[in-house]
């Protein structure tokens, strides 16, 4: 990797107080199960760390959990659904309601951004709130390194992140200062709380779940968000879970795990 790259990734980590590790160096301490340099590196048994690799960084749980989470804007996965994954005959595009011209979605639970950038490359303007610091930094460095890319073997891409907006905020906070119309579409994708025994659950989901911990403003995000939205709020749901307090949404769109819970504005 690149000193520059390795330097802006220091940057990065610094802002969240975590500690940068090389990957290559991290993956061979732990396959020589050298417990006493990673104990005596991360100072705790479970901790939260960036490995940096040639890829870029990701965020890494030590530990039991063991697990990494990585935004990212330009490998294999994303292109492959940007290219193929079905344009607006797309769940997700019919949810907000993409037909013919361009839609401003307001992203408030961005996550790795996933979500924003399918309906970025849909044609969609997005900005993407984040309030969880590691969780910015990590879609931060996932920009940084689609745009590089971009610049180099694909300018489409470079197009569709011109379309997205990170902002680092609260969500609620940031909705009860928002004039009604900041947005034609605000889209929610709140935590669902885990349930029973967290084996059961998806190591990438109990990583958030740590980093999130008790994600309580859900129903009040509904409420602000339906006082701004130009047009519609669309809340993203498990198939199974149960709707968000507020008013009956006008229009359920159920798919094999999730659902989007629709309100017309």
């Known amino acids: 990797m690149g000193s520059v790259q390795a330097r802006a990734a220091a940057d990065l980590a610094q802002r969240c107080g975590l500690r940068l590790i090389d990957a290559s160096a991290y993956e061979d301490a732990k396959a020589r199960e050298l417990k006493a340099y990673l104990a005596q590196a ?3 048994e479970m901790a939260l760390v960036f490995l940096l690799d040639a ?3 990701r965020l890494h749980a030590t530990g039991e ?3 990494s989470i990585r935004a990212d804007f330009h490998g ?3 292109t492959y659904r940007r290219k193929q994954g079905g344009g607006k005959g797309q ?3 019919k949810a907000v309601g993409l037909k013919s011209g361009a839609l401003s979605v307001l992203d408030c639970t961005a996550g790795l951004g996933r979500d924003a950038f399918v309906l970025a490359s849909l044609g969609c303007g997005v900005t ?3 309030r969880i610091v590691p969780v910015v930094v990590l879609l931060e460095d996932a920009l940084a390194q689609a745009k590089d890319f971009a610049a180099l073997e694909d300018a489409a891409l470079g197009q569709i992140l011109g379309q997205m907006e990170l902002v680092q905020a609260d969500a609620l906070s940031f909705l009860k200062a928002t004039d009604h119309g900041v947005a034609d579409v605000v889209y929610l994708d709140p935590m669902f709380p885990v349930r029973g025994k967290s084996a059961l659950v998806k190591k ?4 958030f779940h740590h980093l999130v911990g008790q994600d309580t ?3 009040g995000l509904l409420a602000v968000a339906l006082e701004v939205a130009g047009s519609r709020v669309v809340v993203k749901r498990p198939r199974i879970a149960p709707r968000l307090a507020g008013p009956e949404p006008n229009l359920v769109m159920e798919g094999k795990s999730n659902r989007f819970d629709i309100y017309l504005v």
């Not at 990438?204 to 990583?207: F, K």
């Open 76 to 78: 294999p996965t994303v």
């Open 217 to 219: 403003d859900a129903d």
């Open 128 to 130: 993407l709130l984040e």
């Open 42 to 44: 991360l100072g705790q």
């Open 65 to 67: 959990l063991d697990c």
């Open 91 to 93: 769940m997700i595009a």
């Open 204 to 207: 990438e989901m109990q990583l």
């Open 55 to 57: 890829a870029g960084l």
